[in-house]
């Protein structure tokens, strides 16, 4: 068995695993972990891949990210990107630290070299003890874009780094995904899984793009994968925790509510995802809806403050489906 | 007319350019210059396309060169290289700067984008207001290589910084010269030029890579180009007065000396190089054998100290063809 699966995007992602991470080093018989992370926010930038969410879980788990400011490498310096900004290279609103930059040029050279992006994964982690297994959901290159209202594209880095996700957005266009493929142990690791969990990531352009790669959908919702699926809500009191989840729900007409998520999941036993669901305390009254609709449900207070906070979190989610 | 056109080198080139710049500015009507730069050290590293000696004379003659260490920009930082090493990516040995990065990799996306090495140039001159033309000798990648005793090939960075050409060499290979094309502009810039000058470089690996690109060799020598051309030793009372030039003249059977390094070259009405040479008072004593061989001649200290002394210097060798 492949031990805990979890489907994690990058920062949110981040604090969620390391939460598993701490609650399975707690248990009498650690199981492994590994994470599928979300891709779909990739680039090319300057030249460069980049991989936030990779990045943000590898830092996160390695205890080099940068609590304060919530992204990239603690001590960070922006010399190069100075640099790059005099000779009108990059994109000027997207930051690209002197640390993070080593990552984004050793991935680029391996990549150029012809490495997949998951063998790329493995030599980067060949520095950092992160003590899961991390995976990318593809080793395609699947970029997620924008439909803006006047039917044009925009890559998703413009769309929520530069904007703020304030442009109306018609709808999320995975570039490329009919033919991509999921990376390799993806499937193999769900299906082998003792149990899958669904972190507090944004459930559009994180684990909805997890979830849109050929095959990623379709393996998890089969009825023939033993392991429970359970996630936890990345809606607290109707509002999203993190970032501008709310205008990502609003764009696939979801409503902003714990319970709004669970349905957008959908229900294992009915062709969706989700057989429990963990909500915070501010969304109890979403819970008596959600277990009627055949959800096991939980609350407890969700957000991922301390390490030891975070595995409390995931002991409960845990629970809800080891009963 | 092109004015004054300079074949040139890295390090020690730059600093003769910045003695032409000077002696032009010097003048009542100051003729435009044109530098023909080697590009034999140029390679892929980290997979960044490096070009060692166009960089030299661009932050030279921008003025952010560090004088003190004697390469690379002023105030240079490795956070970048830093964080390369521990992913094992790159030379060891060969240390990016942070803000020597952000050249490499604005110039590594252009070329990836498909823009020529020329084109690079011109677009990373746009942000260094250098006061000459700078044309790299080609577009095409051909990179110096050394052949050693045992008949593998060593990249000439490889042999010259990491092992300070302290390994016995049988001979150079420029690898790719055969089809290359000199880049848009250098034969032009030849064949109207007032004058071409050989600057105080390398005559090996940089003035020599720079004549067996096609046609600029050819091109030079032919008695149709109406411009006289006039050099400037880079032996000083009989050795190298940068680096190790010693060891690559060495390797093609050429004395470590004033005399020998102009009869390599060439007298031009015997189908070589030069018109004339200049060498240093040390070295007084070829000049005879020199104005024997047919050779216009003269000496003066060489040292290219300060920007006026390399004027100076400049003049004095201008002074040579101009009689």
Same mark, same amino acid.
């Given at each position: 068995?492949?031990? =805990?699966?979890?489907?994690?995007?990058?920062?949110?992602?981040?604090?969620?695993?390391?939460?598993?991470?701490?609650?399975?080093?707690?248990?009498?018989?650690?199981?492994?972990?590994?994470?599928?992370?979300?891709?779909?926010?990739?680039?090319?930038?300057?030249?460069?891949?980049?991989?936030?969410?990779?990045?943000?879980?590898?830092?996160?788990?390695?205890?080099?990210?940068?609590?304060?400011?919530?992204?990239?490498?603690?001590?960070?310096?922006?010399?190069?990107?100075?640099?790059?900004?005099?000779?009108?290279?990059?994109?000027?609103?997207?930051?690209?630290?002197?640390?993070?930059?080593?990552?984004?040029?050793?991935?680029?050279?391996?990549?150029?070299?012809?490495?997949?992006?998951?063998?790329?994964?493995?030599?980067?982690?060949?520095?950092?003890?992160?003590?899961?297994?991390?995976?990318?959901?593809?080793?395609?290159?699947?970029?997620?874009?924008?439909?803006?209202?006047?039917?044009?594209?925009?890559?998703?880095?413009?769309?929520?780094?530069?904007?703020?996700? +304030?442009?109306?957005?018609?709808?999320?266009?995975?570039?490329?995904?009919?033919? +991509?493929?999921?990376?390799?142990?993806?499937?193999?690791?769900?299906?082998?899984?003792?149990?899958?969990?669904?972190?507090?990531?944004?459930?559009? =352009?994180?684990?909805?793009?997890?979830?849109?790669?050929?095959?990623?959908?379709?393996?998890?919702?089969?009825?023939?994968?033993?392991?429970?699926?359970?996630?936890?809500?990345?809606?607290?009191?109707?509002?999203?925790?993190?970032?501008?989840?709310?205008?990502?729900?609003?764009?696939?007409?979801?409503?902003?509510?714990?319970? +709004?998520?669970?349905?957008?999941?959908?229900?294992?036993?009915?062709?969706?995802?989700?057989?429990?669901?963990?909500?915070?305390? +501010?969304?109890?009254?979403?819970?008596?809806?959600?277990?009627?609709?055949?959800?096991?449900?939980?609350?407890?207070?969700?957000?991922?403050?301390?390490?030891?906070?975070?595995?409390?979190?995931?002991?409960?989610?845990?629970?809800? =489906?080891?009963?």
């Amino acid at each position: 068995m492949s031990g =805990v699966v979890v489907l994690a995007g990058g920062v949110g992602g981040a604090r969620f695993l390391r939460g598993v991470r701490e609650a399975e080093r707690r248990r009498e018989n650690p199981r492994p972990i590994t994470a599928i992370v979300n891709t779909g926010d990739d680039a090319w930038l300057a030249g460069l891949r980049i991989t936030p969410d990779l990045d943000s879980v590898m830092y996160t788990l390695a205890g080099v990210n940068d609590e304060t400011r919530g992204w990239g490498r603690v001590g960070e310096s922006e010399r190069v990107s100075g640099e790059l900004r005099s000779y009108g290279v990059g994109w000027p609103w997207f930051t690209l630290g002197d640390l993070d930059l080593g990552t984004h040029i050793a991935r680029t050279s391996w990549l150029r070299e012809g490495v997949p992006l998951s063998g790329v994964v493995e030599r980067l982690l060949e520095r950092w003890d992160i003590g899961i297994r991390m995976l990318p959901t593809t080793d395609d290159e699947v970029e997620t874009h924008i439909e803006l209202e006047d039917g044009s594209l925009m890559h998703f880095q413009e769309w929520w780094t530069r904007h703020r996700a +304030a442009l109306p957005a018609k709808r999320f266009v995975s570039v490329g995904v009919e033919s +991509a493929r999921p990376a390799p142990g993806v499937l193999e690791a769900i299906i082998d899984a003792d149990v899958i969990m669904i972190a507090t990531s944004n459930p559009v =352009v994180s684990i909805g793009t997890i979830l849109d790669i050929p095959f990623v959908r379709e393996t998890l919702e089969s009825m023939t994968v033993k392991a429970p699926v359970v996630g936890v809500s990345p809606i607290i009191a109707g509002a999203a925790v993190r970032g501008m989840a709310d205008a990502c729900l609003r764009t696939i007409g979801v409503e902003t509510s714990a319970a +709004a998520v669970a349905r957008h999941y959908g229900l294992r036993s009915e062709g969706g995802l989700l057989d429990a669901w963990l909500v915070d305390t +501010a969304d109890e009254d979403d819970l008596e809806e959600l277990a009627e609709l055949g959800f096991i449900t939980g609350s407890r207070p969700l957000l991922l403050s301390s390490v030891e906070e975070s595995a409390d979190i995931v002991d409960a989610a845990l629970a809800l =489906v080891h009963r």
